[in-house]
């Protein structure tokens, strides 16, 4: 298997650690312990990639971000960091160092709802001017990112206008069960509800002058597909030519297994050795076999470049109806949304389709000694005791 040659696609989950409380993930009661979290040598161990997500937990928890980054610009064309906007402070001085970077912030609606889901005091208002100071500094390549949900879904459309009058870009996923989010319950309720608001942002984004918009549309009709628990439209090729790599060095598919599949370890292999490993190739085998069908862009975005023409298509049949109605797509287009609104099937069945599951205990991924802190604080303390003792140090070096 080439790895040398070619560029791959990756996410670098530089911690599990976590200062928010969100309601539809649970890392930050499972943080990862800070001596435990990939170093530098480790970073330099990676391959060539044409795209790097830098991910969490919150990434920007780690003081040392920019030196990170410094590491991956080595060896990335394009490096994406995605974050909960709480750390204004580094995220501009991260910014004003790598001007090309993206940052792209979680935001879950509009003030209230998005304080509710998000737990963090304020925390709309800081997301919010983070990403305003961040354009104002110039910086091209920032956007929201939104999880959508029951509780969320009436924002999505007020919450992409306000990133479209910003010029920013708009990302949106939906729930998601898995280690990753050490959650297993999470499910859309009232289907038709949310898919109506999906619809209603398709046909926003079809109507608009952005091709890149036009291929978001096709990424939210398959949130649509998603919700409703149907096969992905494109095939799921993670750990082909994408990868992840948690704070432990674990390489592995993707974020949305339910348990944690290892290819390998960077700490302890070198990456030929790891990614063409029987244990990569083992995981390779289960990919194939998968069957959660996520829609998460970390998954797809490889798969609508790979798989162009069926995007494309979609794209060009719904622009030739934008020709002649304000409303070129319906969420209806879709058989399962007509047979659930015509009784043909129940909403317990589609629940059967979804990846959730109220018996699960959720698995959390982390490692033994990370884990063995727990049996001493809860995670919610341990990251709140590492924080202050950061405050303090920066306290110290301004004084
Ligand atoms: S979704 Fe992100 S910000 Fe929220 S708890 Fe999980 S890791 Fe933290
Ligand atoms: S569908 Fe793809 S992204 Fe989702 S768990 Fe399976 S292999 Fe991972």
């Known amino acids: 298997m080439p790895s040398k040659e070619k560029k791959l696609n990756g996410t670098v989950i530089v911690t599990y650690r976590c200062n928010a409380r969100c309601t539809m993930c649970n890392r930050y009661k499972a943080p990862s312990r800070p001596e435990e979290e990939l170093g530098l040598d480790t970073i330099r161990k990676l391959p060539k990639m044409y795209f790097t997500n830098i991910t969490g937990g919150e990434p920007f928890i780690r003081t040392d971000l920019p030196e990170i980054v410094r590491e991956l610009y080595r060896k990335s064309d394009r490096i994406v960091i995605s974050t909960n906007g709480y750390f204004t402070d580094r995220i501009v001085a991260l910014a004003r160092e790598f001007p090309q970077v993206g940052i792209r912030i979680s935001i879950e609606g509009l003030e209230k709802t998005n304080n509710e889901i998000r737990g963090l005091e304020n925390g709309f208002q800081r997301g919010y001017q983070t990403l305003k100071t961040l354009r104002e500094m110039g910086m091209k390549d920032v956007g929201f990112g939104m999880t959508v949900q029951d509780r969320n879904a009436p924002d999505l459309v007020p919450l992409y206008d306000i990133s479209d009058e910003m010029g920013m870009e708009f990302a949106t996923a939906s ?23 999906f619809e209603d942002l398709v046909n926003k984004l079809l109507r608009s002058r952005s091709p890149k918009k036009w291929f978001r549309a096709y990424f939210n009709h398959g949130l649509i597909n998603y919700i409703y628990g149907q096969p992905r439209l494109l095939p799921c090729d993670m750990s082909f030519d994408t990868f992840f790599i948690d704070p432990y060095g674990d390489v592995m598919p993707c974020n949305g297994t339910k ?21 990569a190739a083992a995981v390779r085998e289960k990919v194939r076999r998968c069957d959660r069908q996520c829609w998460m862009i970390g998954s797809v975005s490889p798969a609508m470049h790979k798989y162009i023409w069926k995007p494309a298509w979609w794209v060009l049949v719904h622009k030739i109806k934008s020709l002649f109605t304000s409303k070129p797509y319906s969420m209806f287009e879709n058989r399962i949304c007509r047979d659930y609104r015509d009784g043909k099937v129940t909403k317990e ?51």
Request: glycine share 4%.
């Open 175 to 197: 729930l998601h069960n898995s280690f990753y989010f050490v959650e297993s319950k999470n499910i859309i309720h009232d289907r038709p509800m949310v898919a109506k608001h």
């Open 349 to 399: 069945e589609l629940d059967l389709c979804s990846t959730c599951d109220l018996c699960a205990a959720a698995s959390d991924g982390l490692s033994k000694d990370s884990r063995g802190l727990l049996s001493e604080k809860t995670g919610e303390e341990i990251v709140a005791d590492d924080l202050a003792r950061q405050m303090e140090k920066e306290n110290d070096q301004r004084s």
């Open 259 to 279: 348990d944690k599949e290892v290819m390998g370890n960077l700490n302890r292999q070198s990456w030929d050795e790891l990614w063409n490993s029987p244990e």
